[in-house]
């Protein structure tokens, strides 16, 4: 096991903690209005390791793993932690601002994008495969289907509960951050290397 497969299995892991504390009525995690504007800001990051349900970590946890599988070296585990927090970041604070309407939300559907976007990008433009190309096409065909039709048909019966489609979208904004500072960094740094 190389050291990015522990960080995918902590985030698993974590999330298994988070929904045995949810079910177990205590709610320390969920991304919830009310509670980060008491102060509770930790929200803005573990509100995307909480569920609606099993079955619903079930979905993003094969989710994660299947993108590991497909990209276990891309990222160095830094920067695994770092798109990890900033699609995190990326998905609750785009919430917080543009939908205010939304007081609660779990799930890490939306910072999977974000994840998978930097994954595919980055392997792309060290490998120029076209799969690479295909699948980001796939991606952005879905998040226009969301945009104009809403969730995906069956997703919301499987997750067991709504699926808030705009968090797909800010995970893809956050992939796209994440991707254009992982650029600049390595540009910069190849440049100072010279």
């Known amino acids: 096991m190389n050291k990015n497969s522990y960080f995918v299995l902590i985030i698993l892991i974590l999330s298994i903690l988070a929904q045995f504390s949810l079910k177990s009525g205590i709610d320390w995690f969920q991304f919830a209005r009310a509670e980060i504007e008491a102060g509770q800001w930790w929200r803005f990051i573990t509100g995307n390791l909480v569920h609606l349900n099993w079955r619903h970590f079930a979905m993003n946890a094969v989710a994660?793993?299947?993108?590991?599988?497909?990209?276990?070296?891309?990222?160095?585990?830094?920067?695994?932690?770092?798109?990890?927090?900033?699609?995190?970041?990326t998905v609750s604070i785009c919430i917080w601002l543009f939908n205010p309407e939304i007081h609660w939300y779990v799930g890490l559907s939306g910072t999977l994008h974000g994840l998978m976007v930097v994954l595919l990008l980055l392997d792309f433009i060290t490998h120029r495969n076209l799969l690479n190309v295909a699948l980001?096409?796939?991606?952005?065909?879905?998040?226009?289907?969301?945009?104009?039709?809403?969730?995906?048909?069956?997703?919301?019966?499987?997750?067991?509960?709504?699926?808030?489609?705009?968090?797909?979208?800010?995970?893809?904004?956050?992939?796209?951050?994440?991707?254009?500072?992982?650029?600049?960094?390595?540009?910069?740094?190849?440049k100072k290397l010279q």
């Open 64 to 89: 994660l793993v299947a993108i590991y599988i497909l990209f276990p070296d891309v990222l160095k585990i830094t920067g695994w932690v770092l798109v990890f927090l900033m699609c995190c970041l």
């Open 136 to 190: 980001f096409l796939i991606l952005l065909a879905k998040l226009v289907w969301e945009a104009w039709m809403g969730p995906i048909p069956g997703s919301e019966q499987t997750a067991g509960g709504p699926v808030i489609v705009q968090t797909h979208f800010y995970g893809f904004i956050g992939g796209l951050l994440s991707t254009i500072s992982i650029l600049f960094f390595t540009y910069n740094k190849n």
